[in-house]
């Protein structure tokens, strides 16, 4: 648009929407102009004809004249060069098409234009650098491990967070349809906030909520551990992340950093840690303590195993280092067991019980097998209401909860054992495989405690 000062009005307008770039020429006489409405036009200031040069994908925001060419940046990350007589203008105009919009306003521009579309002069650009396509849209998934993702060239990917990287490419494929695809009906608490202002992935971890999520090492896909061996996601993705920052630290100060304790062997920096989390490639990370920014900002890749706890926050260091956590909020779940109604199955315990919330419902069916069969009860309950190992008078038996609140059972894994108990919530059978947590989410969905049912199995 040119607009009279004078006359405080618009003189002469084009464009169909807002003007975002100009580029003039040398003399001032030709002038360059795009925006929203994505469209690059050429206007001779002199006669006020204006001509269609290209039209783009993508809103346009900045123009740059160089030559014998245009060079155009859009919301898209590649920048564009079309064709453009910027030493003579005129020879543009001598290809035909151009046209007068006069002494309009906008709206009557507008209405003018849309009546008789302007055909482009150019349909291709010249040249193109490409760009890395910029992240516009995201969905954390329910197994807080995943990450759904779509590009400005449209592709859909799935990304891997305790690992920073992608394990899937869909291609162009409908970003809501695949989200709906890789719903799982499982429960597992937030522990990360992802944001994509700047067209990439960053994931922030905040303490201590970003401890909060647990999941079992077989879940993972992690082999030869215990069944009831827990990972903290937290935990594995800082340690992979700052893997090499480990090595250098090593490398640095060999067995004088184990000696002080500064390093934790066995269990707490373990080849399963590693192995499992350990990024595939080098992240461009920056980490910062605080909202503002903290006291400090570095990428990973230019920590050289000489930082300290002057240059860690502390919760990171005592985590990587020496395996500690901070004080997390309850990871427990309560709930009651009762037999449903008219069933003549009666098992043990009595009153509230509590769990860890990942505790698995075939876990609970093994429990209630258990305590059927043994012939005299057992103190297992605490004066708190959670499990506790051991019998009375100092009997050798296997516990049905373990000193870490998991179940524990001398019964075969579930898998191999053929159960005659099922587990109901809300009068819906319970899959073995469900969490207390998924159960309490998306089958109980009430603010009580969770109550669960047992019956024999029918036909068994």
Same mark, same amino acid.
């Given at each position: 648009?040119?607009?009279?000062?004078?006359?405080?009005?618009?003189?002469?307008?084009?464009?169909?929407?807002?003007?975002?770039?100009?580029?003039?020429?040398?003399?001032?006489?030709?002038?360059?102009?795009?925006?929203?409405?994505?469209?690059?036009?050429?206007?001779?200031?002199?006669?006020?004809?204006?001509?269609?040069?290209?039209?783009?994908?993508?809103?346009?925001?900045?123009?740059?004249?160089?030559?014998?060419?245009?060079?155009?940046?859009?919301?898209?990350?590649?920048?564009?060069?079309?064709?453009?007589?910027?030493?003579?203008?005129?020879?543009?105009?001598?290809?035909?098409?151009?046209?007068?919009?006069?002494?309009?306003?906008?709206?009557?521009?507008?209405?003018?234009?849309?009546?008789?579309?302007?055909?482009?002069?150019?349909?291709?650009?010249?040249?193109?650098?490409?760009?890395?396509?910029?992240?516009?849209?995201?969905?954390?998934?329910?197994?807080?491990?995943?990450?759904?993702?779509?590009?400005?060239?449209?592709?859909?990917?799935?990304?891997?967070?305790?690992?920073?990287?992608?394990?899937?490419?869909?291609?162009?494929?409908?970003?809501?349809?695949?989200?709906?695809?890789?719903?799982?009906?499982?429960?597992?608490?937030?522990?990360?906030?992802?944001?994509?202002?700047?067209?990439?992935?960053?994931?922030?971890?905040?303490?201590?909520?970003?401890?909060?999520?647990?999941?079992?090492?077989?879940?993972?896909?992690?082999?030869?551990?215990?069944?009831?061996?827990?990972?903290?996601?937290?935990?594995?993705?800082?340690?992979?992340?700052?893997?090499?920052?480990?090595?250098?630290?090593?490398?640095?100060? @060999?067995?004088?950093?184990?000696?002080?304790?500064?390093?934790?062997? %066995?269990? /707490?920096? =373990?080849? !399963? #840690?590693?192995?499992?989390?350990?990024?595939?490639?080098?992240?461009?990370?920056?980490?910062?303590?605080?909202?503002?920014?903290?006291?400090?900002?570095?990428?990973?890749?230019?920590?050289?195993?000489?930082?300290?706890?002057?240059?860690?926050?502390?919760?990171?260091?005592?985590?990587?280092?020496?395996?500690?956590?901070?004080?997390?909020?309850?990871?427990?779940?309560?709930?009651?067991?009762?037999?449903?109604?008219?069933?003549?199955?009666?098992?043990?315990?009595?009153?509230?019980?509590?769990?860890?919330?990942?505790?698995?419902?075939?876990?609970?069916?093994?429990?209630?097998?258990?305590?059927?069969?043994?012939?005299?009860?057992?103190?297992?309950?605490?004066?708190?209401?959670?499990?506790?190992? @051991?019998?009375?008078?100092?009997?050798?038996?296997?516990?049905?909860? %373990?000193? /870490?609140? =998991?179940? !524990? #059972?001398?019964?075969?894994?579930?898998?191999?054992?053929?159960?005659?108990?099922?587990?109901?919530?809300?009068?819906?059978?319970?899959?073995?495989?469900?969490?207390?947590?998924?159960?309490?989410?998306?089958?109980?969905?009430?603010?009580?405690?969770?109550?669960?049912?047992?019956?024999?199995?029918?036909?068994?």
């Amino acid at each position: 648009m040119l607009w009279d000062l004078g006359q405080q009005r618009c003189v002469y307008a084009v464009h169909t929407d807002s003007v975002w770039a100009l580029a003039s020429t040398p003399t001032f006489g030709h002038v360059y102009s795009d925006g929203r409405d994505l469209s690059i036009y050429l206007t001779d200031l002199a006669t006020r004809e204006s001509l269609l040069l290209c039209t783009k994908e993508h809103p346009i925001l900045q123009l740059a004249l160089h030559d014998d060419g245009i060079w155009v940046a859009t919301t898209d990350s590649s920048v564009h060069r079309w064709p453009a007589e910027g030493r003579n203008p005129q020879k543009d105009f001598q290809r035909g098409g151009s046209f007068l919009a006069g002494n309009l306003s906008f709206s009557r521009a507008r209405a003018s234009l849309e009546g008789s579309i302007p055909v482009p002069v150019h349909k291709k650009p010249s040249y193109t650098i490409p760009g890395t396509p910029g992240i516009v849209q995201h969905e954390i998934l329910n197994n807080r491990r995943h990450v759904l993702t779509k590009d400005t060239a449209g592709s859909v990917k799935l990304w891997e967070i305790t690992r920073g990287v992608v394990v899937e490419d869909y291609g162009q494929v409908s970003f809501e349809e695949k989200r709906e695809e890789l719903f799982e009906m499982v429960s597992i608490p937030a522990s990360f906030t992802v944001d994509t202002r700047l067209g990439n992935l960053s994931v922030h971890l905040d303490t201590p909520q970003c401890f909060s999520a647990e999941m079992y090492s077989a879940d993972l896909g992690i082999i030869g551990k215990p069944e009831d061996d827990k990972i903290n996601l937290a935990r594995e993705t800082l340690k992979g992340l700052l893997a090499h920052w480990l090595t250098k630290r090593k490398q640095r100060f @060999g067995s004088q950093s184990i000696a002080n304790g500064e390093v934790s062997s %066995g269990k /707490d920096i =373990s080849a !399963r #840690s590693i192995s499992h989390s350990r990024m595939e490639f080098p992240l461009p990370s920056i980490i910062t303590e605080g909202s503002e920014g903290g006291p400090w900002r570095k990428k990973i890749t230019d920590l050289d195993g000489t930082e300290d706890e002057k240059d860690f926050p502390w919760w990171c260091l005592d985590c990587v280092l020496n395996n500690k956590l901070p004080p997390r909020e309850n990871t427990k779940c309560s709930f009651y067991l009762q037999a449903c109604e008219g069933s003549t199955v009666q098992i043990l315990t009595q009153g509230k019980l509590s769990a860890p919330r990942i505790l698995r419902i075939h876990k609970v069916i093994n429990y209630v097998v258990e305590k059927m069969v043994l012939d005299k009860p057992t103190e297992s309950v605490n004066s708190d209401g959670t499990f506790a190992p @051991g019998l009375p008078g100092g009997q050798s038996q296997h516990s049905a909860v %373990g000193g /870490d609140g =998991s179940f !524990r #059972s001398g019964l075969k894994p579930w898998q191999k054992l053929k159960p005659s108990i099922e587990i109901l919530c809300n009068n819906q059978v319970l899959a073995p495989d469900m969490s207390l947590a998924t159960v309490r989410a998306y089958i109980w969905k009430k603010p009580e405690d969770l109550v669960l049912n047992y019956r024999e199995v029918q036909g068994r």
